[in-house]
Antibody, heavy 121, light 108 residues
């Protein structure tokens, strides 16, 4: 059974750093792109970027380039989303999702349960 | 950048048919995927490649895509279908995965 299991909820202060994770199981982790998707409170879904764990090829959406870092450790089948200095506007639910295929034409067929990040002083 | 436009809300009585549209420039030339998100839950893929259904998704869910509009159709709507629905495409020119703004389906 394919599963993406994300790390737990986080409460941070502005300026702090954070790294959240997404561990895949039940499939060959290195062969599927993993995307990070942001959902701000009461808002829709936004794709932040995507990584291919096999070679760590990473693509960022322009809105998120330079704001976050996406990485992966294929030895433990885990993808990461990292911030160096959080802002209140980073408060959101973050999902990881598996892209079912090599090109962007393919859907996100499995999703993690989400990690709620709250940034407040 | 490529923009997908969805109506913010659609209401339908139980047993009737709901149609949720997703507008985009020449969207008929792209593959459209649809996701259902219930409150407090992660999104779930309900239609992919315009009209294919993943296993476990009822046949009541169907999709079409032509011209500048893609449509998710839910037949014989049930109370359990109440959720937010998002369309999504890949803009190959920018290599961006784009979501529509989402449509809240209310079952009256």
């Amino acid at each position: 059974e394919v599963q993406l299991v994300q790390s737990g909820a986080e409460v941070k202060k502005p300026g702090e750093s954070l790294k959240i994770s997404c561990q895949g199981s039940g499939y060959s982790f290195t062969n599927y792109w993993i995307a990070w998707v942001r959902q701000m409170p009461g808002n829709g879904l936004e794709c932040m970027g995507i990584i291919y764990p096999g070679d760590s090829d990473t693509r960022y959406s322009p809105s998120f380039q330079g704001q976050v870092t996406i990485s992966a450790d294929k030895s433990i089948s885990t993808a990461y989303l990292q911030w160096r200095s959080l802002k209140a506007s980073d408060t959101a639910m973050y999902y990881c999702a598996r892209q079912n295929g090599g090109s962007g034409n393919h859907p996100f067929d499995y999703w993690g349960q989400g990690t709620l990040v709250t940034v407040s002083s | 950048s490529y923009v997908l436009t969805q109506p913010p809300s659609v209401s339908v009585a139980p047993g009737k048919t709901a149609r949720i549209t997703c507008g985009g420039n020449n969207i008929g030339s792209k593959s459209v995927h649809w996701y259902q998100q219930k409150p407090g839950q992660a999104p779930v893929l309900v239609i992919y490649y315009d009209s294919d259904r993943p296993s476990g998704i009822p046949e009541r869910f169907s999709g079409s895509n032509s011209g500048n509009t893609a449509t998710l159709t839910i037949s014989r709507v049930e109370a359990g279908d109440e959720a937010d629905y998002y369309c999504q495409v890949w803009d190959s020119s920018s290599d961006l995965r784009v979501f529509g703004g989402g449509t809240k389906l209310t079952v009256l």
